[in-house]
């Protein structure tokens, strides 16, 4: 669906489509880790076919989310950025939370919560990935000694922690702001949607389309 | 595993596991290095015993043989050649494998459940048919021991020969070893033993002989008798004072409960604030929006205003929307 007379286009479709094989590989990832991160997740094991599968299967979708994720974050680092109103929605984080919406600033592409997503994520998936490999056998522990694997062990602990936070955080937001999940399932948003909650994104949108136009 | 009802502590495992019959003496292993000739009669009788066949191995100017542990080698004979000060040499031969911890770190870090067992008599024992090849019992040991095999992709080390003392049966090892220098009772005997025997060493001349039973892992079921207690890295790196790690410590403490309890509190929340709250509407689409785009190209007011009102985007759109229709039906100064 292409922008309309009332849709603007907010993802492509190789925005969804890798966005939607990243959901699945974090899903079976965050299954499959936090199996092995307590007692009381173990059974998790089998929703990548058994203890063993899991272990196995694990860093291998670990590196097919790095690459994805990783595509898709330098095509949006710069709306990432903090700037024009971001501070002062943070200041007004009660009415966002309060949905008081007519209170708030107007913001770009995204708002300061969903840049700190990104930037949690950013971050945390780096982690994940260097100390994954440090702690991976049969193939690379062995080349690094006990020590490190063990603070690698931690790191890797506690940074699944941050992500698998972030994302439920991440999740939440898509349910609680109605029309957002359609962004991401069908590619676009209604133009009161892009008003409403990105002002500024949604002028610049529609500035392009009217210089287009002439 | 050879008794399911005395277990006192089972890996990854939050419940008590079966120990009922635990009313079982602790045992214990003594190595009295300062009696070992470095024959190697212990590893052949592990092989025998364990029916371990190692890879032949290869010489590379020491007498260690394999060169290290193995998942089929599950003790191997250390040499050091130490030199003192006064330019004496020593030839220092120790018998390395698992110690059997009081407290193994090896069972902390494991994440499959029972897959690492503690026995009440204090043997440590892997049962690696629950094995999954993760590696945690390497990073956990404080000793280095636990090996994973290349063939299965399980984790495997010295039983202490759980099957034999089992039934009322010494070590392989300590059966086969000619000197006498590997024994194996109670605990409570083998430290007596152990004193004896550092009296003796004491008596010759070896000021700093001692038992290396380690506290900091809660003392260990395999126990040296070293004539330099006071440096038992000279051993090939024994560790002077082992524990479990305190970066072990953090990953598998109190950290877990803590994070898993944020994760389902965070997710919990979000519950909570959507059926309080509620949800942050889709915007009704302002009458302009459904006009084709050719038509909204005159609707000059639109930024102009837009910008300069932080509230102009209202919760609901139509409000904030500078039609001309929509300001007739909502003249300013009205209901803002
Ligand atoms: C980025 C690439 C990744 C690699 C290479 C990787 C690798 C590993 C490895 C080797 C393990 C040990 C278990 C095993 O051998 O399978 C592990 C455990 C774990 N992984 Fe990953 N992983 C990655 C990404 C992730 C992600 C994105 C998450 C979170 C959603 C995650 C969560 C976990 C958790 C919770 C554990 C258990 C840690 C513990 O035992 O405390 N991993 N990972
Ligand atoms: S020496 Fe290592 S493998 Fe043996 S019981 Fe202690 S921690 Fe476990």
Redesign the interface.
Known sequence: MKTS??RLQRYSPLDRANHWTMAMAFLLLALSG?????????FL?HTLGG??W???LHPFIGVVLVLLFYAMAVRHVRNNLLGG?DVQWMRQIGDV??????????IGKYNPGQKLVYWALVVSIAVLLISGVI?W??WF?GYFP??L???A??LH??SA?VA??TI??HI?AA?????SVRAMTRGWV????A???H?LWA?EKE?N??RE?H | MNNSQNIIARS???TPPPQVRNDVEEVAKLIDVSKCIGCKACQVACMEWNDLRDDVGDCHGTYDNPRDLTAESWTVMRFTEYESSDGDLEWLIRKDGCMHCAEPGCLTAC???GAIVQYANGIVDFDSNHC?????C??GCPF?IPR?S?KD?KSYKCTLCSDRVNAGMEPACVKTCPTNCIEFGSKKDMLARAEKRVGDLKARGFRDAGIYDPAGVGGTHVMYVLHHADDPNRYAGLPKDPRI?P??G??KGI???I??A??GI??FA?VI??VT??????????PD?????ANR?GDAGH?AS??AD??????D?TR?SRSSSDAQRHPPGGDR
């Open positions: 007379h009332n936090l199996a092995f991160f307590h007692p009381a997740f173990f094991t203890p063993v899991a272990r196995i109103n939370l309060n949905n008081r919406d007519d209170k708030l600033p107007e702690m056998r049969p522990a006990i020590p694997i063990r603070f062990s931690l602990a506690l922690f698998i936070v439920v955080v939440y349910l609680w702001v109605k029309g209604t133009r009161a949607w008003r409403h909650h002002g002028r500035e389309e009217r136009r | 990854a495992t939050t994440p499959a459940p999954i090849g993760c590696g945690y390497i990073t280095d994973i290349p992709n790690s970066l072990v953090a990953w950290t877990k409960p994070m898993s944020i994760i965070t997710a979000g604030h959507y709250k509620g949800p942050k509407e889709e915007p009704e689409e302002a929006d459904a006009t084709p785009p190209g930024d837009s910008g932080p509230h102009s985007l209202g919760y759109a904030s």
